[in-house]
């Protein structure tokens, strides 16, 4: 199993550019989510999907938006790149069966917007 | 509103020192709380759930405790390769499956 897998693992843009991280994971989980972190800011949730078919705002969803493909993908996209974007971007995954279950998170994609 | 808070910012350990590091959190609610390990330039890594205060969870050297208030991250003899950013979080029973992260504890420890 690769667990949850991204791809780019780095990126540059130009400001105004746009761009979109994928993610997959292959655990069968069923809610799927996007992070960023920043130093001294810990990890904020961008997006998430708590079921195929289903997105939600998180914390910090402005500036992007989200699909979520099937079971397997959720891929963030950044429609005008900004510095203020210039960020690690997390996405995880969990079963989530109505009880507490951890989070697994993906290697991230560190992404510079000039 | 939801805080979780983690202290210390940064610690440095000599090897086989143990310490405690702490993570307060002010949540109505609290269906669960998560430790993660965060090495640079890597995903976090899960270590333990807790569910209710008293409960306690180990792995190696590692052992997380949990109150009603905060929950602590005791490491007994640390080796070098326990150096590494703890992360906590949060998770609260209105807020489905999404979890509250702190800031994280850096933790560095020399041979």
């Known amino acids: 199993n690769a667990g949850v897998t991204q791809t780019p693992k780095f990126q540059v843009l130009k400001t105004g550019q746009s761009m979109t991280l994928q993610c997959a994971q292959d655990?069968?989980?069923?809610?799927m989510y996007w992070y960023r972190q920043d130093p001294g800011m810990g990890l904020r949730l961008i997006y998430y999907?708590?079921?195929?078919?289903?997105?939600d705002k998180g914390e910090v969803p402005n500036g992007y938006n989200v699909s979520r493909l099937n079971k397997r993908e959720f891929s963030l996209r950044l429609e005008s790149a900004a510095p203020s974007q210039t960020s690690v971007y997390f996405c995880?995954?969990?079963?989530?069966?109505?009880?507490?279950?951890?989070?697994?998170f993906g290697p991230g994609t560190r992404l510079t917007v000039t | 509103e939801d805080q979780v808070t983690q202290s210390p910012e940064a610690l440095r350990l000599q090897e086989g020192e143990s310490s405690s590091l702490n993570c307060s959190y002010t949540v109505s609610g609290l269906r669960g709380l998560f430790w993660y390990r965060q090495d640079p330039g890597k995903g976090p890594e899960f270590l333990f759930t807790l569910y209710s205060a008293g409960e306690e969870k180990e792995k190696e050297r590692l052992k997380a405790t949990l109150t009603k208030k905060e929950s602590f991250l005791h490491i007994t003899a640390p080796k070098p390769e326990d150096s590494a950013t703890y992360l906590c979080a949060v998770q609260k029973k209105s807020s489905g499956d999404k979890l509250t992260f702190g800031t994280g504890t850096r933790l560095a420890v020399r041979p």
């Open positions: 995880a995954s969990s079963l989530w069966a109505g009880v507490p279950y951890e989070q697994y």
């Open positions: 655990m069968n989980h069923n809610s």
């Open positions: 999907s708590a079921s195929e078919g289903t997105t």
